[in-house]
């Protein structure tokens, strides 16, 4: 195990004092818990009562504040605050999973948190996993000592105002109460998250609100209408029922695209006058409101300062940012309060303009960015982390790390992030080094001794865009499979279309086969189509890299074993897309399409399996449709798109005219842009 950040005990959050003792211990069979008001021990006995002594809380002001030792004798953990004492037994549970491991040194801890708020988002509209494995996911939350979840809800809220908008896998209301009642009992603030003006396409999609479209769109509010604010408060009150305890609400706010067609200063107004409404209402209701900042940032100073004076000033502005500063910027004063703020992708001047206006705020990064697997190693990791830097420097009560579904991301997989986010959040070092996190991570969650599986993650976190600037699409497509963007390929207006009825999911309808078909066009259309067959070969060899590191490290893992097989699934598939791609792409004889289909079959069915056990059934079907569908209709069929001749070429699908010219593919970090 490395030994870089001081983890001379892999616990994450890290602890802010930690000292080793000389003698070893592991728990012993007749060890037992006992609890008192503001301290609690594990051991036999009269041995477990004298832990206590010289033991006493930090001087610390964080209700999360503890100190804990552990030894031969036992562990015991005193606070000044129940919520101490929880975030004591998030140690003692990781504590126990190393000594489970190896005898481990006695311990003595005295802990609090630099953030007040660590966050993670919960994103439920696109794809639905298991509530038994959300609520083990819980567990993981409170392990990582979270303490705060953005629990955003759509179609998955068991509504009783409007029963129409219950999705046939939205949580029942003995689920969801026995879902908040374990998140509350972890010590986690529950922040119900519904949208009041743009994205609401899980609501106007229906009939019975088309006439509440803003010009026909399926994702917008028309504010004009009396109807829009009695619809929005009946959904509010509904969503409430269930959230009494909870002080904040997320009134969401953000990308109304169709909105930002208006002039700026009637886009202003109708965007404060409604909003105002809405967070009026939730603060009648005794809540804390939250918004997302990107509609009033993105103002001139003047409508921007008089939007400001229109929402409450108890309201939390949301500031996301998904990019990451700019790697020629110096990071060495990224921790100081007075320092320039950074150009760029990482611009924060909106954010302290902000505070100065009384507002308080909290950071939001991405932890799921990539395609099956988040890439961490190129944006992921770093948006996380400068992100933590900027809310400290910024005076921002923490973060959230957002996860969009969109992505189709695996909760597992996001793992990894969620424990960064988690250690820098609570203790804030200038270190840009990870390995010792990704060391820590790979012994807690399996048991290894080394980051081996972290670089396996890394080597399968790549994405590939072919740019199509030149089309009339408007986004990237994704390589060699589906990816969000890739609704451009399904729509007739392409983008115009994808913002206007939806930003992903999987309408109805969608043909697979057409949108496989249009890919491979615009990839033979490219003319850098060489650099992106070795992209392409490039993601195959690390993807056949991965796949020889995990399957022993599986048969070496101690836990989380089902994490591994399905990363290595993950690679099988990710090299064998590579080259059934280049394959239909670049012609091949029918022997080795026949290979390809069996190959893919069989990959199929591994989805099934490994997805079985966190995600519902009717979504891994879509997954597999998704991921399969279309290329194996290629295969089967035997043909495969015209080969383009020159540096143009015109296709025509559903009305969308494609020319695809462009620059070389790449594996780039997300651009900065806003909750999809």
Same mark, same amino acid.
């Given at each position: 195990m490395s030994d870089l950040l001081d983890r001379a005990l892999p616990l994450l959050p890290h602890p802010q004092r930690l000292h080793l003792g000389p003698r070893k211990w592991a728990p012993r069979?007749?060890?037992?818990?006992?609890?008192?008001?503001?301290?609690?021990?594990?051991?036999?006995?009269?041995?477990?009562?004298?832990? @206590?002594?010289?033991? &006493?809380?930090?001087?610390?002001?964080?209700?999360?504040?503890?100190?804990? $030792?552990?030894? #031969?004798?036992?562990?015991? =953990?005193?606070?000044?605050? +129940?919520?101490?004492?929880?975030?004591?037994?998030? &140690? /003692?549970?990781? /504590?126990?999973?190393?000594?489970?491991?190896?005898?481990?040194?006695? &311990?003595?801890?005295?802990?609090? +948190?630099?953030? #007040?708020?660590?966050? $993670?988002?919960?994103?439920?509209?696109?794809?639905?996993?298991?509530?038994?494995?959300?609520?083990?996911?819980?567990?993981?939350?409170?392990?990582?000592?979270?303490?705060? !979840?953005?629990?955003?809800?759509?179609?998955?809220?068991?509504?009783?105002?409007?029963?129409?908008?219950?999705? +046939?896998?939205?949580?029942?209301? =003995?689920?969801?109460?026995?879902?908040?009642?374990?998140?509350?009992?972890?010590?986690?603030?529950?922040?119900?998250? /519904?949208?009041?003006?743009?994205?609401?396409?899980? *609501?106007?999609?229906?009939?019975?609100?088309?006439?509440?479209?803003?010009?026909?769109?399926?994702?917008e509010y028309d504010t004009t209408k009396p109807e829009v604010l009695s619809l929005i408060r009946e959904i509010l009150d509904d969503v409430l029922r269930f959230h009494g305890e909870d002080e904040w609400v997320h009134a969401g706010g953000d990308e109304c695209f169709s909105l930002l067609r208006e002039p700026r200063e009637i886009a202003a107004k109708l965007y404060g006058r409604h909003m105002a409404k809405v967070l009026e209402h939730l603060v009648a209701r005794g809540k804390r409101p939250l918004i997302w900042q990107d509609m009033i940032a993105g103002l001139p100073p003047a409508l921007r300062e008089a939007l400001l004076r229109r929402i409450p000033r108890n309201t939390l502005l949301c500031h996301w940012q998904y990019s990451s500063?700019?790697?020629?910027?110096?990071?060495?004063?990224?921790?100081?309060?007075?320092?320039?703020? *950074?150009?760029?992708a990482f611009d924060m001047e909106r954010w302290r303009e902000f505070r100065r206006a009384g507002f308080d705020t909290l950071g939001v990064s991405c932890k799921n960015w990539g395609s099956l697997v988040p890439m961490y190693s190129r944006c992921v990791g770093e948006n996380i982390v400068e992100m933590i830097r900027a809310a400290h420097r910024y005076d921002a009560l923490g973060t959230i790390m957002s996860s969009w579904a969109c992505f189709n991301m695996p909760l597992p997989m996001e793992d990894l992030g969620m424990a960064l986010g988690a250690d820098r959040g609570w203790r804030i070092r200038r270190e840009t080094e990870r390995r010792g996190i990704e060391d820590a991570w790979a012994r807690l969650r399996f048991g290894l001794p080394d980051a081996r599986a972290v670089e396996a993650i890394h080597l399968l976190g790549?994405?590939?865009?072919?740019?199509?600037?030149? &089309?009339?699409?408007?986004?990237?497509i994704h390589l060699p499979y589906w990816g969000y963007m890739d609704l451009v390929l399904h729509y007739p207006n392409a983008h115009e279309d994808r913002i206007k009825y939806g930003a992903a999911g999987f309408p109805p309808g969608i043909a697979w086969r057409r949108i496989a078909e249009r890919r491979i066009a615009l990839y033979a259309a490219a003319p850098e189509r060489a650099t992106a067959a070795e992209a392409l070969r490039r993601f195959a060899r690390q993807a056949r890299a991965a796949r020889e590191m995990l399957p022993p490290l599986r048969r070496k893992a101690r836990r989380g074993r089902a994490e591994l097989e399905w990363l290595e699934w993950a690679a099988k598939f990710r090299r064998h897309a590579a080259e059934r791609f280049l394959l239909l792409a670049?012609?091949?004889?029918?022997?080795?399409?026949?290979?390809?289909?069996?190959?893919?079959?069989? !990959?199929?069915?591994?989805?099934?399996?490994?997805?079985?056990?966190?995600?519902? +059934?009717?979504?891994?079907?879509?997954?597999?449709?998704?991921? @399969?569908?279309?290329?194996?209709?290629?295969l089967q069929a035997g043909t495969v798109p015209a080969k383009s001749t020159g540096r143009r070429i015109e296709r025509t699908a559903r009305g969308a005219s494609l020319t695809a010219r462009g620059a070389a593919p790449q594996l780039p970090g997300p651009a900065a842009r806003g909750p999809p």
């Open positions: 069979r007749n060890w037992r818990f006992s609890e008192g008001p503001l301290h609690w021990s594990f051991g036999a006995g009269k041995n477990a009562s004298s832990l @206590f002594n010289g033991l &006493t809380p930090p001087e610390n002001a964080s209700p999360e504040a503890y100190a804990l $030792v552990a030894g #031969p004798d036992g562990v015991a =953990a005193v606070a000044r605050h +129940p919520l101490g004492l929880l975030r004591a037994r998030a &140690t /003692l549970r990781q /504590l126990l999973a190393l000594a489970g491991d190896a005898a481990i040194p006695e &311990t003595r801890i005295a802990d609090w +948190p630099d953030l #007040p708020v660590r966050g $993670v988002h919960l994103d439920l509209k696109y794809i639905m996993h298991r509530k038994d494995y959300l609520m083990r996911w819980l567990d993981t939350l409170a392990e990582y000592k979270i303490n705060t !979840l953005l629990l955003e809800y759509e179609d998955k809220f068991p509504y009783r105002c409007h029963p129409v908008l219950r999705h +046939p896998l939205a949580f029942t209301e =003995a689920e969801l109460k026995a879902f908040l009642a374990k998140a509350r009992g972890h010590g986690i603030r529950v922040v119900p998250l /519904l949208q009041n003006l743009g994205h609401v396409e899980y *609501i106007l999609k229906h009939e019975e609100f088309a006439h509440l479209r803003r010009n026909g769109w399926h994702t500063i700019p790697k020629a910027a110096t990071r060495g004063d990224a921790l100081s309060k007075d320092a320039p703020a *950074i150009q760029g790549g994405q590939i865009e072919l740019p199509t600037k030149e &089309t009339r699409l408007g986004r990237p670049e012609g091949g004889t029918p022997a080795a399409r026949r290979k390809a289909l069996a190959e893919s079959r069989r !990959l199929r069915a591994g989805l099934r399996k490994n997805y079985r056990w966190f995600l519902e +059934p009717s979504q891994t079907a879509l997954q597999a449709a998704s991921l @399969f569908e279309g290329e194996e209709a290629l």
